[in-house]
């Protein structure tokens, strides 16, 4: 099945945006720390989406994109790891996970 | 000959200025003196021996500068390199002499003077001190490590201006002289790096080597008018004339009365005060060859400072400042002869001055002890508490009446020789100076018999108890000084210390030497009529002189023109406004980007409010513009 014929290299990147947008008003509009952890998470997930599109798309020889969206995955998981240690350790602390009522690193 | 044991001539003082200093509040005071005292007794001994074999020893018909010591201390170049060592030469040796044996004379003197007194230790620890300074003075190889020992010595003779510390007018007098002096240092500074930079060297063996560069190929280069070696020179006389307190850097050393008297008899009479002298005598080919006109400016200030200080000193009622007085203008007269002398067969001048340095501190030492003694058994300063104490105090009495016949010139006393020679010397050279210098003996004569007539004759007040004549530790240096006083005019110094270490040859002028007996006799018969005896003749000229009388009591008011200068015009007009820049334009400049800061920092220091989505927002809305200011302006 040929790809490229039928799905076109903007239908990805038009996805990858949206996926992109809705992660980032996950984490601007949120208040749950988690839920801000999985927006987060979908920004991730858009850029791979990018990094392996335009490898397959334009460098159809090469395999730098897919290695690099490993790498991303790779390092999203140990980012969800340490944020899940910090939003457990912050729970612990101010007994929430609602980000407005942890402020105290201020002026 | 082997000079090398020379160096424990500088050791033993600071070592036991050491030792004194950092022991003496756990040995006997007693004990601290008697130390200090045996141990200048040895280093007297040395010095002795020192002269004996160093002119017993003459190279042909001269005396040659033996290098006794030498230790390279700092190489910063090639060229710039300053060694520490001992300079042993005619001059230097001849200073080795005096300085000891007054010293030596004080260290017993005080042990009587001072006995009893809080801080007797720390007295004889800051007198070994001065000792080692003033000896590494005359000891210096070469001009900077003088320097050190130059301002050494002006540390040692603040600390003992200031003995009394507890008294607000020795403080302020310490203090008058630290700073005069140290003024007067920042002009020697700049004379040595002047001097060093165009001769490439601090050697007085290489600045006074006839042959050497310095005075074969002196600088052409001109600064307003004179040349550069001739600045160079009179900004090291200027060194010199602070501390030898010529007019007009003179105002400290009546202040510097505020000492202990044995001190003001070592350091303002005998020694640290001729420092200037020795200094334009130690660079004297340099003045000499390259700068004469530095000479007659010397002549000038040294015979002005003389006539000007013998005018005061008539006037004066605190016995220990008309000596202080008397001691400017004879070191006016040293200068004076420097000042007119020329070099080698011409150095009569030279040789005049440094006979008159040698004569004068023992009978100016002895003077100063015997007023000393006096207002040890009087409790006073002021000649109007004093009268009558010929008849309390012989030993004192005598010795003082020899050292006003010495220093009045009456022959043959050594003060007549060495004054003599001086006048001989002006004579030759320059007849106002001689004219000058002829006055001034004659009221040397008049005021230091008005000193002695006042104290030991006139009228008898009551005193409180009945003086008694000092102890032996006080009256044994006075009989020794008044020995030393009679015979050093004996002492053949024509042979000895000459400018070029030469030979001179001297001849006796009877038509100098009868005017100035003459003026002396006449300057003591005043003296006689005005004071032997209570009358009201001293108060009615005082009336008649009336404006005259009060400028001179009043020492002409210099200290008042300083106080004027200082306070009011520097103050107001320099200080003040440099103090007004500081304070308002450059801790102004700093406030200002300070204050700036704070501002801001308050403005937007909201922003920092802790809430994560908030810096998110502005991280995007950023990045947003960025990404738009990208792509659309391009």
């Given amino acids: 099945m040929n790809l490229q014929a039928e799905i076109p290299l903007d239908y990805m990147i038009v996805l990858s945006t949206i996926v992109f947008f809705v992660g980032l008003m996950g984490v601007l509009i949120r208040r749950n720390l988690i839920t801000m952890l999985m927006g987060i998470e979908l920004m991730l997930n858009a850029v791979n989406i990018n990094f392996v599109a335009f490898n397959h798309y334009l460098f159809p020889h090469r395999l730098e994109g897919h290695f690099f969206a490993l790498i991303v995955m790779a390092v999203a998981a140990a980012e969800a790891a340490i944020a899940i240690a910090l939003i457990i350790n912050i729970y612990r602390q101010f007994n929430t996970v609602n980000v407005d009522d942890v402020d105290e690193l201020k002026y | ?634």
């Avoid at chain 2, 700073?179 to 601090?202: E, H, K, M, P, Q």
């Fill in chain 2, 1 to 634: 000959m082997n000079y090398s044991y020379t160096i424990l001539i500088l050791l033993l003082p600071i070592l036991i200025f050491l030792f004194i200093g950092l022991m003496g509040d756990k040995i006997k005071p007693q004990f601290s003196g008697l130390l200090g005292t045996s141990g200048l007794l040895v280093i007297t001994l040395l010095s002795y021996f020192t002269a004996f074999s160093y002119f017993g020893h003459r190279v042909g018909e001269s005396f040659q500068a033996i290098e006794a010591f030498q230790l390279l201390w700092l190489q910063f170049t090639d060229s710039l390199i300053i060694h520490l060592g001992i300079l042993l030469d005619p001059l230097s040796v001849m200073m080795l002499v005096v300085i000891t044996t007054v010293s030596l004379m004080v260290h017993i003197y005080s042990l009587g003077y001072m006995k009893g007194e809080k801080g007797f230790a720390r007295y004889y620890a800051f007198l070994s001190l001065f000792t080692f300074s003033m000896l590494g003075l005359v000891l210096a190889t070469n001009i900077f490590q003088m320097y050190i020992f130059w301002e050494l010595v002006g540390v040692s003779s603040y600390l003992l201006i200031g003995f009394y510390y507890e008294r607000p007018s020795a403080v302020a007098a310490a203090k008058k002289a630290f700073i005069v002096t140290r003024f007067a240092d920042l002009g020697f500074l700049l004379g040595i790096l002047l001097l060093s930079f165009y001769t490439n060297t601090f050697d007085f063996k290489a600045l006074t080597d006839l042959n050497g560069l310095a005075i074969t190929q002196p600088t052409t280069a001109v600064f307003m008018g004179l040349s550069v070696t001739t600045w160079a020179m009179l900004l090291i006389f200027m060194g010199g004339a602070g501390k030898s307190a010529m007019f007009p850097l003179h105002i400290w050393l009546p202040d510097a009365m505020e000492g202990p008297t044995p001190v003001s008899a070592l350091i303002h009479a005998a020694t640290m005060v001729v420092a200037g002298v020795y200094l334009v005598a130690r660079l004297f080919p340099l003045y000499s060859y390259t700068s004469p006109d530095s000479l007659e400016v010397i002549a000038y200030i040294g015979s002005f400072t003389s006539l000007f200080a013998a005018i005061i000193a008539c006037t004066q009622l605190d016995i220990k400042r008309v000596l202080a007085f008397s001691t400017l203008s004879q070191i006016g007269y040293m200068m004076v002869a420097l000042g007119v002398s020329g070099y080698g067969t011409e150095g009569l001048g030279y040789m005049a001055s440094l006979f008159h340095l040698f004569t004068h501190a023992f009978f100016k030492a002895l003077l100063f002890l015997g007023a000393g003694s006096v207002i040890h058994a009087v409790h006073s300063n002021l000649m109007t508490d004093m009268g009558g104490l010929k008849k309390y105090m012989p030993i004192t009495h005598i010795t003082f009446l020899i050292a006003c016949l010495t220093i009045a010139g009456i022959p043959p006393l050594s003060g007549f020789f060495s004054k003599d020679e001086i006048l001989v010397a002006a004579f030759e050279h320059n007849k106002i100076i001689f004219g000058v210098q002829w006055l001034v003996a004659g009221i040397t004569a008049f005021y230091m018999f008005r000193l002695y007539f006042n104290i030991f004759w006139n009228h008898t007040p009551e005193y409180h108890q009945a003086p008694h004549e000092s102890p032996a530790t006080m009256t044994i240096p006075l009989i020794f000084l008044a020995v030393a006083s009679v015979f050093s005019g004996f002492v053949p110094f024509h042979d000895l210390v000459t400018s070029d270490g030469n030979p001179l040859h001297t001849e006796f002028h009877w038509m100098i030497a009868g005017p100035s007996i003459l003026i002396a006799v006449v300057g003591i018969s005043v003296a006689y009529v005005l004071y032997a005896k209570k009358n009201s003749k001293p108060e009615s000229i005082a009336t008649s002189l009336k404006g005259l009388y009060t400028m001179a009591f009043h020492k002409f008011y210099i200290d008042e023109i300083y106080l004027f200068i200082t306070h009011k015009v520097i103050f107001n007009f320099i200080s003040r406004p440099v103090a007004w820049f500081d304070r308002h334009i450059v801790d102004g400049t700093m406030n200002l980007i300070g204050n700036t800061t704070v501002y801001f920092s308050g403005a937007i220091k909201k922003m920092q409010s802790g809430h994560v989505q908030w810096y998110i927002w502005y991280f995007t809305s950023g990045v947003l513009l960025l990404v738009f200011l990208v792509v659309y302006l391009n």
